[in-house]
């Protein structure tokens, strides 16, 4: 089964990509935290990615397809795959769509998360991240608080700020989305395999709740 996450930036995916790879025992594979992984260890990638990163632009087509082609050549992806945050362009999802069908693959389903901008921006600031690379556990100030300030509930690291969460870069980040991935609704639209869900307080749905939707969805198939 190969899921992709979609959606703005701070809208869930890295929630509800984590809560499916428990429970449906496929392989969470997100972009942008290979790329933070490769700035922490600064490698090649890292530092070219960087400014992309921290300016909210997207790291360049060329550069992230490799990255996503080496990622799923790996043996571990076998039983199946999320990926979060790629595709982001129409030109990502073609690649996409060429490097799967060499593996006699496809795409199986899309979800689409939608939540207001301003909840976005509330969201975004004052999310806090586990520092421990192999951990990541996702906290929020406002809705998921940490038991002890600043330390990971799961793992004990340190919880840390990601230099992009900042209103400034938030504000850039979505503009890209709706300029450069907002196209890939329509794409996917046409391939037959979106599914749109809100996330969203006003709902009272977060990501944790629409996950558990999702997983309902894909068993009753
Ligand atoms: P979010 O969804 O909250 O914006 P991510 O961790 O998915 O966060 O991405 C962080 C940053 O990494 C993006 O703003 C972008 O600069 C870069 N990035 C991640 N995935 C891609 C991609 N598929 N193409 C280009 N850049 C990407
Ligand atoms: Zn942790």
């Known amino acids: 089964m190969i899921i992709i996450m979609l959606g703005a930036p701070g809208t869930g995916k890295g929630t509800v990509a984590s809560i499916l790879q428990e429970k449906l025992n496929i392989k969470h594979i997100a972009t942008g935290d290979i790329f933070r992984k490769n700035i922490k260890e600064k490698t090649e990638l890292g530092m070219l990615a960087e400014k992309y990163i ?122 890209t989305y709706f300029e450069q991935t907002s196209p890939l609704v329509e794409y996917y639209e046409k391939q037959g395999n979106l599914m749109t869900q809100q996330v969203s307080k006003s709902i009272n749905k977060l990501g944790k709740d629409v996950a558990e939707d999702i997983v309902k969805i894909l068993n009753n198939k």
């Open 54 to 175: 921290i300016d909210g632009d997207l790291v360049p087509d060329d550069i992230t397809i490799k990255v996503v082609e080496d990622r799923l050549n790996k043996p571990d992806i076998e039983n199946g795959i999320i990926l979060d945050g790629f595709p982001r362009t129409v030109r990502q999802a073609q690649e996409l769509d060429i490097i799967l069908q060499k593996k006699g693959k496809k795409v199986d389903r899309v979800i689409n998360l939608v939540t207001p901008d301003e909840e976005i921006i509330e969201r975004t600031i004052n999310r806090r991240v586990c520092s421990n690379q192999e951990c990541r556990e996702v906290y929020n100030l406002l809705l998921k608080r940490p038991k002890i300030e600043g330390i990971c509930d799961v793992c004990g690291s340190k919880l840390i700020k990601r230099k992009d969460d900042t209103e400034e870069t938030v504000r850039t980040r979505l503009k």
